[in-house]
């Protein structure tokens, strides 16, 4: 196994293995920077192939949260976990119990919370054990359902508007061709919101029974899963696996601006200099989709949706001055937001 030498690591301040032989836990938890508070993400149940497909998961994702938390303008520092096991299978409410102890283990330098693979069930069992812990409705706003996904949308769907605004000089979205790729809970709740702008939505899921009710519900045109990132549109909005923007694709691109959910959309780095190249915006994902998070902390701090909302806004802001750097610099924004996270939260090359 790997952990300084992996591409991912980026001088990550700790990454913790922990197990547990009663209940089979297996997670590691890497905290990598908390110059501006305590890190803080989600944890991934996920069937990895290997030991050291986990721990390239963990940095690349623990150094992501890093970035959004600090372009999100909150007092956090970035962290991820990572289970290695099928979530399918293998959940009890003591498997979380114990994952709870391992977080408490770091004293608070980690807080967790739900992400691809938990829930928030999951995350009540890991606050029997500790209280550095995030995403748990507390019952007192009754526009809080403890469901992060809403918020993730909400904030996806502001930084559409302002890349639609930055690209056409008006932010109505009536008539638009908005690609969804990805129906899940922040796809679909990004579609009910596009819809009610007057956007006209063609869709892609692996799930056809989603691909039918955004059909009825929104009047969505459904196309295979291999043809969405080619159809004729004006918005494409990924929300769903990354590196979906890649060598191949970038080709098939028929599209003015890319805004989705989806964590990772760039293969690689040098692929926002093609999208800047071929004339498409693109709105950077760990920026637009920071609303999930904003949702954890203000939740966690006892505020009120009204209240995340407000902040949510503010990534219309953050977007807008990534683009307008861009612009005058004649960079890619994925490079500029990532130099504008890293004067945000400290960052000595």
């Known amino acids: 196994m790997n952990v300084f030498s992996d591409i991912a690591f980026d001088d990550h301040e700790q990454v913790v293995f922990a197990s547990d032989k009663t209940t089979g836990l297996k997670t590691i938890i890497a905290v990598h920077n908390t110059n501006l508070g305590p890190s803080l993400g989600g944890c991934r149940m996920w069937p990895y192939a290997s030991e050291q497909d986990a721990i390239h998961d963990v940095l690349r994702l623990s150094r992501g949260m890093t970035y959004k938390s600090a372009l999100a303008n909150l007092p956090l520092g970035g962290g991820k976990s990572v289970i290695i096991g099928d979530p399918r299978s293998q959940k009890t409410p003591e498997f979380f119990r114990a994952m709870g102890r391992a977080v408490e283990q770091l004293g608070g330098r980690y ?16 606050a029997s054990q500790t209280k550095h812990v995030g995403g748990i409705n507390d019952g007192k706003d009754p526009e809080r359902t403890g469901d992060p996904s809403p918020f993730t949308a909400y904030g996806v ?8 605004s930055f690209k056409h000089g008006s932010d109505d979205l009536a008539g638009m061709r908005v690609a969804v790729q990805g129906l899940g809970h922040v796809g679909y709740h990004l579609c009910r919101m596009l819809h009610a702008a007057g956007a006209k939505l063609i869709v892609a899921d692996l799930n056809a029974a989603s691909m039918k009710a955004a059909a009825m519900e929104f009047g969505a045109t459904a196309v295979p899963v291999d043809k969405i990132l080619s159809v004729d549109a004006d918005i494409l909005a990924p929300c769903a696996l990354g590196g979906v923007i890649n060598d191949r694709t970038i080709e098939e691109l028929k599209v003015g601006v890319i805004a989705g959910a989806a964590n990772n959309q760039l293969e690689d780095d040098r692929h926002g200099e093609m999208l800047r190249e071929a ?12 609303g999930g998070v904003i949702e954890v902390y203000y939740c966690r701090e006892g505020k009120t949706v009204a209240e995340t909302n407000m902040h949510i806004q503010g990534i219309g802001e953050t977007v807008r ?3 307008e750097r861009a612009k005058q610099q004649n960079l890619s924004t994925g490079f500029v937001a990532d130099r504008l996270a890293e004067e945000r939260f400290g960052l000595k090359k």
């Open 111 to 126: 807080i967790v919370a739900e992400d691809v693979g938990t829930s928030p069930e999951d995350m009540e069992h890991i």
């Open 157 to 164: 769907f502001i930084g559409l508007k302002e890349a639609v």
């Open 279 to 290: 004339g498409i915006l693109y709105a950077p994902d760990y920026v637009i989709n920071a």
């Open 321 to 323: 001055e990534i683009f």
